[in-house]
């Protein structure tokens, strides 16, 4: 495995969607799309700038924090023209590790409350990158990759499927996000020597998850917090989202598919390019590897170790099999945890990827200095993708500390109400496009929205498990393009794919995905 299959800057560096030459990367950097942190800037000041045409509003909440549906009620603005302005400027630091504040709601680095940033993702991150240059550094996965991708040279087609629906599941049945960008750095080499481009990979490891993600079936941080939040069971439903998930990982699968013979079968229709490194390492693993060692051997499964565990410790056991309560904040289960349950979150895992770099430094024989200096490394190349993530959390900030997110759920809820089950329905799934832009479409915007929601229902003859399902379908297909999506513009900058070209790529597949969904629901609301 060549040089260009490490996670380092030569591979998996910031997005610049270019292809080898660098002087052509910089003319089609110009050209073409902005880079994701001015994409980010920019909808951040578009935010700021719509805050001050929406009034300031509040609901009252209950006992368990969630708003009234009926109890909204207009307020003062918080913040003055100043105060809007410094809000501005600290937003990002904010995003990284801003607090709210347990009685006036408002986000700040000196208060005191919840952790509104993203600093956990942020540090997740981090160890994701110095844990895999390190793994990168014994050699065993670059020879791992080059056998998996020499047995399945003339088979692509079935793992890229086999991987699609996989992965997908894994978003239906627990949101599996933040989890996938650990994955690029043994994704892209493995799909570039089976001769596909870098689009395959983001269309495998994270288009797959989002789509699974739009037809929650147990999830329990959407469609189970949502249940909680409508008082219906999680089991309501189950038969249309089944059916949901069913026929969009149809239509994604065989869109990749399509798309991956394309590109295999011509490179030049490539929509982000074939890179000299990338054509290198085609070619290279084209050849018969050489043996595996036991080393290579205890290493690659340690690698798997650590990915299966995991996955294993962040899944709320208690609340899929128990029905039990999630938090939104910490993904834990309140109450009824069963006895093999870790409860682990990103914290955790951040540990868990420090202490197996160790392991694997050790195991793999690279020494004390060569162990650290991959693992700076690997920091270094990954702190562009994480920046991005606490970037696009700080749009949130803005709307949070100028208390026009309740405004505009407000808005959503006297567009929806008196409305028949059809326009119901059809209005719902619209106005959550823009509220989930807002407040995000997983749990803790589940939890802020569907005790306003589900009950409107109530009065169109529309069952709340579909208002939660059509929630999750409009957030999760929203999710597919938002440039505030951290984990899709993280990915991207990891898989080194321009938005711009990611864009042309899922346009398609984002319309018939839609007719999919829309189709369902009102199937849903006529029964």
């Keep these: 495995m060549s040089e260009a299959a490490r996670p380092a800057s030569d591979s998996l560096g910031p997005a610049d969607g270019g292809n080898a030459s660098p002087s052509a990367a910089?003319?089609?950097?110009?050209?073409?799309?902005?880079?994701?942190?001015?994409?980010?800037?920019?909808?951040?000041?578009?935010?700021?700038?719509?805050?001050?045409?929406?009034?300031?509003?509040?609901?009252?909440?209950?006992?368990s924090g969630s708003p009234i549906a009926g109890s909204f009620r207009y307020v003062a603005a918080p913040l003055d023209f100043a105060g809007r302005v410094q809000d501005l400027l600290l937003a990002p630091v904010n995003g990284m590790y801003g607090i709210q504040d347990r009685e006036t709601g408002m986000v700040g680095p000196f208060k005191r409350g919840t952790m509104f940033g993203s600093v956990d993702v942020f540090l997740?991150?981090?160890?994701?990158?110095?844990?895999?240059?390190?793994?990168f550094a014994t050699g065993a996965l670059d020879l791992g990759?080059?056998?998996?991708?020499?047995?399945?040279?003339?088979?692509?087609?079935?793992?890229i499927a086999i991987l699609t629906v996989l992965f997908g599941v894994l978003g239906s049945i627990k949101g599996w996000s933040d989890e996938t960008l650990g994955l690029y750095a043994m994704m892209v080499p493995l799909m570039v020597a089976l001769g596909y481009d870098r689009l395959v990979t983001v269309a495998v490891?994270?288009?797959?998850?989002?789509?699974?993600?739009?037809?929650?079936?147990?999830?329990p941080f959407t469609t189970g917090i949502g249940s909680s939040k409508a008082g219906v069971s999680i089991a309501e439903g189950m038969g249309l989202r089944l059916l949901l998930l069913a026929l969009t990982m149809a239509a994604t699968v065989a869109y990749t598919l399509w798309y991956a013979r394309r590109v295999k079968r011509d490179p030049a229709k490539s929509l982000c390019g074939i890179r000299a490194e990338d054509a290198e390492l085609a070619q290279a693993d084209a050849r018969a590897p050489e043996p595996l060692t036991a080393t290579h051997v205890a290493v690659i499964g340690l690698v798997?170790?650590?990915?299966?565990?995991?996955?294993?410790?962040?899944?709320?056991?208690?609340?899929?099999?128990?029905?039990?309560?999630?938090?939104?904040?910490?993904?834990?289960?309140?109450?009824?945890?069963l006895w093999?349950?870790?409860?682990?979150?990103?914290?955790?895992?951040?540990?868990?990827?420090?202490?197996?770099?160790?392991?694997?430094?050790v195991v793999g024989r690279l020494g004390e200095e060569a162990t650290a200096k991959a693992f700076i490394r690997g920091i270094i190349d990954f702190t562009g993708p994480a920046f991005l993530v606490t970037l696009a959390r700080s749009v949130s900030v803005v709307m949070t500390n100028t208390k026009t997110i309740d405004t505009v759920l407000h808005a959503m809820e006297g567009l929806v109400a008196g409305a028949s089950s059809v326009v119901f329905v059809t209005l719902t799934f619209i106005g959550s496009l823009p509220?989930?832009?807002?407040?995000?479409?997983?749990?803790?915007?589940?939890?802020?929205?569907?005790?306003?929601?589900?009950?409107?229902?109530?009065?169109?003859?529309?069952?709340?498990?579909?208002?939660?399902?059509?929630?999750?379908?409009?957030?999760?297909?929203?999710?597919?393009?938002?440039?505030?999506?951290?984990?899709?513009?993280?990915?991207?900058?990891?898989?080194?794919?321009?938005?711009?070209?990611?864009?042309?790529?899922?346009?398609?597949?984002?319309?018939?995905l839609l007719v999919v969904i829309i189709a369902l629901l009102l199937f849903g609301a006529l029964l």
């Design 26 to 63: 910089g003319e089609k950097r110009k050209r073409g799309f902005r880079a994701p942190v001015t994409i980010l800037c920019f909808v951040l000041v578009l935010v700021w700038i719509a805050a001050f045409f929406i009034p300031s509003g509040q609901y009252e909440l209950d006992g």
């Design 124 to 135: 997740f991150i981090l160890s994701i990158g110095g844990f895999m240059t390190v793994v």
């Design 145 to 159: 990759i080059h056998h998996l991708s020499y047995r399945f040279g003339e088979r692509g087609p079935v793992l």
């Design 205 to 219: 490891v994270t288009v797959a998850p989002f789509v699974g993600a739009l037809a929650s079936t147990i999830n």
């Design 304 to 337: 798997f170790f650590t990915f299966a565990l995991l996955a294993f410790s962040i899944v709320p056991w208690g609340a899929i099999l128990n029905s039990a309560a999630v938090d939104p904040y910490t993904n834990k289960t309140i109450n009824s945890p």
């Design 340 to 361: 093999w349950e870790l409860g682990w979150w990103l914290p955790e895992l951040a540990a868990l990827f420090f202490l197996m770099t160790i392991v694997i430094g």
């Design 435 to 512: 509220l989930s832009f807002l407040v995000g479409g997983g749990a803790a915007g589940t939890a802020l929205t569907m005790p306003v929601l589900a009950p409107l229902g109530d009065f169109a003859g529309v069952d709340r498990a579909l208002v939660i399902t059509t929630w999750s379908a409009a957030a999760g297909w929203l999710r597919l393009v938002l440039p505030t999506n951290a984990i899709l513009i993280a990915g991207l900058a990891l898989a080194k794919v321009g938005f711009d070209q990611y864009l042309r790529f899922v346009a398609p597949l984002m319309a018939i």
